[in-house]
């Protein structure tokens, strides 16, 4: 069965750096466009960036543009958010997801999810 696993969450001070990971199980992740999407308590879930499987292509939401990078690493079958210059406003659960046939950060458009991993920015 496929699985998404997202780490490397935590607790980090406003302006320190995390790295998220996002690995998986039964799916290839080169064949799909990859995003990363998260969830403010009392918020709808957000999409923050993508890769895509064609050419590579990243996007960014405007809230990270600048501060957050996307970049895969297919020997590991895992892609990465590097994620600089954190905010306060930054805190949220990420998910990673697979979408095999597009390019967007359109929730509904994804068709594997991981259980998330926690990010709080606090001093």
């Known amino acids: 069965q496929a699985r998404l696993v997202e780490s490397g969450g935590g607790l980090v001070q406003p302006g320190g750096s995390l790295t998220l990971s996002c690995a998986s199980s039964?799916?290839?992740?080169?064949?799909?466009?990859i995003g990363w999407f998260r969830q403010a308590p009392g918020k709808e879930r957000e999409g923050v960036s993508y890769i895509s499987s064609s050419d590579g292509t990243t996007y960014y939401a405007d809230s990270v543009k600048g501060r957050f990078t996307i970049s895969r690493d297919s020997a590991k079958n895992t892609v990465y958010l590097q994620m600089n210059s954190l905010k306060p406003e930054d805190t949220a659960v990420y998910y990673c997801a697979a979408d095999i046939s597009g390019t967007s950060l359109e929730v509904y458009e994804y068709d594997y999810w991981g259980q998330g991993t926690q990010v709080t920015v606090s001093s």
């Open positions: 039964g799916l290839t992740l080169d064949y799909y466009t």
